[in-house]
């Protein structure tokens, strides 16, 4: 009995492998400008799920856990693609900034499994810190542009 259960698993298991799963990186169009800290922090701890410059692990390619990475992946980029910026206006990408910024300090972001598995993409305090400061330095220039711009943003 044990072991046709056993040989069912493995039947099983070895199939699903050959289920397809997208591991693409679509092109870049263009890449959110930061300095290179903030721009090395994003590229740590958010990369690989909200940009098209994922980096597909070994275990990647291994089912079920394939599954649930393209998952992530894919929910990833729909929510936020650093990668693709270009297609956010200003205020749309003033909205995604800010949603970065309670994310990582509410420590919602990067999800645990992923830091589970990557430990360097761990958001110490300082990390959260430079993040959050350089997004109110965003909006500051932001709002400098609206004033200069005699109230209207262009």
């Known amino acids: 009995m044990y072991k046709k259960i056993l040989i069912a698993v493995v039947?099983?298991?070895?199939?699903?492998?050959?289920?397809?799963?997208?591991?693409?990186?679509?092109?870049?169009?263009?890449?959110?400008?930061?300095?290179?800290?903030?721009?090395s922090i994003l590229q740590t701890s958010c990369y690989d799920c909200h940009s098209n410059k994922t980096d597909w692990p070994w275990y990647s390619y291994v089912a079920p856990v394939s599954f649930f990475i393209a998952g992530d992946v894919s929910e990833g980029r729909q929510h936020l693609n650093f990668t693709e910026w270009n297609k956010y206006d200003e205020k749309r990408r003033e909205k995604k900034l800010d949603g970065v910024a309670e994310m990582v300090e509410e420590g919602d972001m990067p999800l645990a499994t992923y830091k589970l598995m990557h430990p360097s993409a761990k958001l110490d305090d300082n990390k959260v810190s430079v993040i959050k400061e350089w997004i109110k330095s965003q909006e500051k220039k932001d709002d400098s542009s609206e004033n200069e711009a005699g109230g209207h943003k262009y």
């Open 11 to 39: 039947v099983i298991l070895v199939g699903i492998q050959f289920i397809p799963v997208d591991r693409t990186n679509p092109p870049v169009t263009e890449e959110i400008e930061a300095p290179k800290n903030v721009l």
